[in-house]
């Protein structure tokens, strides 16, 4: 036993029984045994003793233990991966979605698979690709379902890339040609129920809020939004119809206009040349005015019927602003979208307004906030360039949508 302990030959943990078996012999207590050779308790002493009186010096040696790990082959690889594809049945799997314990129960019920863990499961999943994601929503842009009396219909937009290439342009060219690109967009309605969200509290002591929801209405908010300089126009409201939308826009509008500079007067043929290449592409045109004022700003607006009235178009031309439509399903193409998702992240989340009016307040007190330090938007920036990076380092195959990272001659 004093061999063993100073061997340096000696596996570790044999060693350091040996350790424990002479302090024990001296006198000690089991806890202070185990405490002087790093065990955790006395009671892995105590049976560590027990063993050495049965056995003798064995009792030191490392006893096999455990099970063989159960290796599956490609055929019970591929019944996992069955299992996982195939749509549950909420009455017999009792899920409506697969999760690692789901498929675990499930495939346990069958041969072959009752000791089959979660973390297997996991490595056959991500061996064939699939990862856990959370669910989305997915539109095409210039495509939408609309639901009719015949039934649900497919709703195409013929002007889809010409819209898109526009809003494009104008965001990357409008303003280093001298224009002011603006977007407008209405966001909500806004209930004044408990909105979800999460803060920084001590652990153990989440925020507590009532659960109970007395709806109280609704709150809707209107949004002008200048990401070039990341400057911010808001006005909250309880509904959005034309009377109240229209008057809004071209006084904030008017306002706008007024700290812009003067344009330059251009020749009749120029000037309704320059309004005329805002609508390039575009099989579905409104007919400009026959006395045009030098173009000013350019307003991205959402493809909506109460955004071409002709009253709304006509103000907008007489005032030097000329209007740009998203196509069907492309909001996305609007960067107020943006904006109005961080002001109501922002101002609502974790909260629990009681009224439409605090929900405004609260609304419009965060756009003053952020236009006390705004920040610009930049359309096609940093991400754009990196990822049109990776694919310049790419070189296409054959004219397929296979690349490779070395040319091939």
Known sequence: MERLS????????????????LAVSTGMAYTEAARL???????????????LNQHGLNALETRPGGRPPV???SAERNRILETARRTPDREQDGTATWSLVTLQKVLRREPGFERLSTFTILGVLHEAGLTWQRDRTWCETGKARRQRKTGVVIVHD????AKKKLIERAYLEGEQGGLAVWVEDEAGPYQAIFQPGSAWQPAGQPTRLPHEDVRAGTAKLLTLFHPASGQLRVRGVTSCTNAVLHPWRQQTLSEVLQRL???TVLPPADNRA???RWQEGLSVKFTLLDTLPPLR????????VGHKTPDLVCWLMRHGIMPLYTPVAGSWLNMAESIQRILVRRALAGQSPTSPAQIIQWLEATARGWNAHP?????????RARRQRAYARRHPLGGSGATTLQVVQ
Request: aromatic residues 6%; positive net charge; glycine residues 10%.
């Open 6 to 21: 100073r061997s340096h030959h000696t596996a570790a943990i044999v060693v350091g029984r040996a350790k424990t078996i």
């Open 37 to 51: 050779c790093g065990r955790r308790s006395g009671e892995g002493v105590a049976r560590l003793v027990s063993r």
């Open 71 to 73: 290796v599956y082959g």
């Open 158 to 161: 013929p002007d889809t890339e």
């Open 261 to 263: 500079p003067v344009a």
């Open 274 to 276: 320059v309004w005329e």
């Open 297 to 304: 700003m350019l307003l991205v607006l959402d493809n909506l």
């Open 375 to 383: 920040t610009p938007f930049v359309w096609a920036g940093k991400r």
